[in-house]
């Protein structure tokens, strides 16, 4: 079981955040790799979520200087934004990350796909539905991102046609894709594509992303 509070590998993540929150927050990506090969790691949980981002103690700030999380400590390495502490985990082990030079580059950039052309307009959506929760402009708002997220999904059904991973075998750049579908894309739009879904499904039925989810849920607290 890789959470293992003597592991080298430490990943941060938060101690509370809101209901709508649990399950998502991005460490789990981090806790998703960390599984799918075996390797160990400790948790350090950290205050300052929520609404408007909470207050973020100065240790924090010194390993993450947007003050969010995961961060990955690794003997001397203090590292932060998800892509890269994917692309340091995938080279250690061919399972994440490709050897052959081509196939390392085309994970790579779908890695890079999922966090710049798709997650902005999920997560904009995401937080959107959560921020103006209950304002007059709510709808229109919505209605006018939402059209960017639903071309960005119908170009990524295309793509990925009838392959069961992105780029024929498992990499980080499915791994980021999928938690980047199941985590912030409304789930009707991503159900629009019967592929996208099926690819949302393959991906969260595997072993190392079901403990990865469990794990983080067994984190959370109560209180804040
Ligand atoms: N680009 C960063 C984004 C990290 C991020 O959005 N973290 C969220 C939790 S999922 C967070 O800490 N939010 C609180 C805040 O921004 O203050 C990454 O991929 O690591």
Known sequence: MPVDPAADIEVTAYGWVPDMARGRVKDCRIRWALEEIGLPYRVRLVGGAGGGGGVKSPEHLADQPFGQVPVYKEGGLTLFESGAILLHIGAKDARLLPREDGARARAIGWAFAALNSIEPFAQMLFVMGWLADGKPWQDEAGDLVRPFLETRLAQ?????????????????????????????????????????????????????????????????????
């Open 156 to 224: 990524l059904s295309v793509a990925l046609g009838g392959r069961e991973w992105l780029d024929g075998r498992f990499t980080i750049g499915d791994l980021l894709m999928v938690d980047v579908l199941r985590a912030q894309a409304p789930p009707a739009l991503v159900a629009a594509h019967p592929n996208l879904a099926d690819y949302v499904a393959r991906g969260t039925a595997r072993p190392a992303f079901r403990a990865a989810h469990a794990a983080q849920l067994a984190d959370f607290r109560d209180v804040a």
